[in-house]
């Protein structure tokens, strides 16, 4: 196996391990599309160019296709668990981060109640939050829309709501006692 700029071993072969994968004229996913791979196709890789593999296709084609959809196909896949820390609410979209601009990947959904893991905690405040999630045996790092999460353990919301009670019932005890020693004559 070949190794890049920073060490990692090169795969000499890859397979798709989504729905479908764009083959891009150029590393760059606003290339022209000169192919549509599907799940479980092979290709021979030539080199990796940042998140691409430099592909063979066809009789004797080339073009890229992004490394976040591919697997090493000599190696074994091993069972995969996530220490997860939420769950998808709704059939969720993924997002790719380019620059700051979010791109949707139109091949993947997440199904509802789908367990992932929140990389950088939750903020309802943001639109998309980055996750881990286990696909077919890998984990991938995405963007999921904020609105689609539920995070484990309790909301703020919830400690505030349950604050509220024990701080209103507290109060009314005390008044209740208060009032209840004072005899009316």
């Not at 950088?120 to 639109?127: A, D, L, M, V, Y």
């Amino acid at each position: 196996m070949e190794t890049s700029t920073f060490d990692i071993e090169i795969p000499l072969e890859i397979k798709v391990v989504t729905n479908s994968a764009k083959i891009f004229e150029n590393s760059d996913i606003f290339s022209n599309v000169l192919e549509t791979a599907h799940y479980n196709d092979e290709f021979n890789v030539l080199l990796c160019v940042g998140d691409f593999y430099k592909v063979q296709f066809g009789e004797s084609q080339e073009g890229y296709i992004l490394t976040a959809f591919c697997m090493d196909s000599s190696r074994t896949p091993i069972e995969v668990y996530l220490d997860t820390n939420a769950i998808t609410k709704a059939e969720s979209s993924l997002y790719l981060l380019n620059g700051s601009q979010f791109i949707l990947i139109d091949n993947i959904y997440l199904p509802a109640q789908t367990r992932i893991k929140l990389l950088n905690g939750f903020n309802e405040t943001s639109q998309y939050t980055k996750a881990s999630i286990s696909l077919n045996g890998e984990v991938f790092t995405y963007y999921v829309p904020t609105a689609n999460i539920d995070p484990d353990g309790n909301s703020t919301r919830t400690i505030v709501a349950l604050m509220l009670i024990v701080t209103s019932v507290t109060i009314f005890l005390i008044l209740y006692s208060f009032f209840k020693g004072k005899k009316v004559n």
